[in-house]
């Protein structure tokens, strides 16, 4: 059974810094796509962040460029999302996602996802 552990959330300033992790477990995602989504408080869901499966290709959301960094590591079957200078708008559960099938930053295109961890930034 294939499943996605987030951790790393919690309340935090604005302009502060946290790191979420996501753990993998019950097959190995080398080849596939990881990603990063959050979701407010009366929003859709959004695309954060995104890395290949080697770890070569990021992509990010316009609102993180530069505040964020995604990463994984295949031998430990995680990914991170380090997030910098954060903000209040930055407040959301974030998820974890694995295995795009299609467009990476489409919430549609993933097959796994965690339960997601909650994230606030206080102002």
């Known amino acids: 059974q294939v499943q996605l552990d987030e951790s790393g959330g919690g309340l935090v300033q604005a302009g502060g810094s946290l790191r979420v992790s996501c753990a993998a477990s019950?097959?190995?995602?080398?080849?596939?796509?990881m990603a990063w989504f959050r979701q407010a408080p009366g929003k859709e869901r959004e695309f954060v962040a995104a890395i290949s499966g080697s770890g070569g290709r990021t992509y990010y959301a316009d609102s993180v460029k530069g505040r964020g960094t995604i990463s994984r590591d295949n031998a430990k079957n995680t990914v991170d999302l380090q997030m910098n200078s954060l903000k209040p708008e930055d407040t959301a559960v974030y998820y974890c996602?694995?295995?795009?099938?299609?467009?990476?930053?489409?919430?549609?295109?993933?097959?796994?996802w965690g339960q997601g961890t909650q994230v606030t930034v206080s102002s």
């Open positions: 019950g097959r190995t995602f080398s080849s596939d796509f």
């Open positions: 996602a694995a295995a795009a099938r299609a467009s990476y930053y489409r919430f549609s295109s993933y097959r796994y």
